[in-house]
């Protein structure tokens, strides 16, 4: 009894990689199909990291300016849609 709970994880495991190298095509395009799936939300990610460096200075630059909340919304929107175009 012992002996099948000292084992039982390295069976698993063998089985497991024995699995995936009889269907590795199946396995290979499930891969490419989850990340056609994500890469949209992956290139997202990237690009809200990116533009995050330069809001946070132009938060800080209105923050010194003591601008009023509603003009500095209508900045920010005025910029973000500059730097986009």
Do not use: D, H
Not at 21 to 36: D, K, Q, T, Y
């Amino acid at each position: 009894m012992n002996l099948v709970k000292k084992y039982t994880p390295l069976i698993l495991f063998i089985g497991l990689v024995t699995l995936v190298i009889l269907n590795a095509s199946s396995f290979i395009s499930g891969a490419v199909s989850l990340f056609e799936v994500t890469s949209t939300l992956i290139y997202g990610a990237v690009i809200a990291f990116v533009l995050n460096v330069p809001m946070k200075k132009i938060e800080e630059f209105l923050v010194k300016m003591k601008v009023r909340q509603g003009c500095a919304v209508r900045l920010l929107w005025c910029l973000f849609s500059y730097l986009l175009s």
